[in-house]
């Protein structure tokens, strides 16, 4: 794409990064607007990571068995 030498993106078997796409897409996170999200991009996935373990355990009680079962 044209634009993809503007926009940054992070690298994380290596931590690294970049403005462009530097790596292949199996290792390549973004693209981000700035150099900052890129180098959040770690604590960003953190985050939804635990906001998704918080839905999973809420999600995790059926309540009680139904009779006979």
Known sequence: MAGDDKDWYYTPSTGEVTRGKKSGWDDRMGP?????EARAAMERVAARNRAADDWD??????GKPPAGA
């Not at 981000?32 to 900052?36: D, G, H, K, L």
């Open 32 to 36: 981000y607007a700035s150099e900052a």
């Open 57 to 62: 355990e809420e999600d995790d009680d059926w």
